[in-house]
């Protein structure tokens, strides 16, 4: 067994962008880009692959909420198309890159603690 504490949430480390090994070392390297390898324990981050899944898990609440913002607004005061435009796409563009991040960062340490990995047998566990 290895030092690192086994118990760490995937979901608490990875909104935090944080190793999902030792929990301290940074998982990102830029906004959105993945690093090469933990800052701290040295895991090697090539497992991870969250594909579309953060984009879709975003887009689809934060377009849901905008666009019942849009409806609910437009049935009350029955705004203009473009006042629904000035306010629902600064509203989209924001709301998603705000979650992004921490959503991607819960994607990465999930597939972690799974032990998912790219071409990789069913519960195969990764070192």
């Not at 040295?42 to 984009?55: E, K, M, W």
């Not at 005061?77 to 979650?99: C, E, G, K, R, Y």
């Amino acid at each position: 067994m290895t030092e690192y504490d086994t118990d760490l949430s995937p979901i608490s480390t990875g909104i935090r962008g944080r190793c999902p090994r030792c929990g301290e070392g940074h998982l990102f390297k830029g906004y959105l880009s993945i690093a090469s390898e933990c800052d701290s324990c040295g895991l090697d981050y090539s497992f991870a692959d969250s594909a579309d899944a953060p984009a879709f898990l975003v887009m689809f609440p934060v377009g849901t909420i905008v666009v019942a913002f849009w409806l609910i607004t437009d049935a009350i005061w029955h705004w203009p198309a473009l006042v629904h435009l000035i306010l629902a796409v600064p509203m989209t563009v924001i709301s998603a890159a705000l979650f992004l991040r921490p959503v991607k960062g819960a994607i990465v340490n999930t597939q972690y603690k799974s032990g998912a990995r790219i071409g990789g047998d069913p519960g195969e566990r990764i070192s």
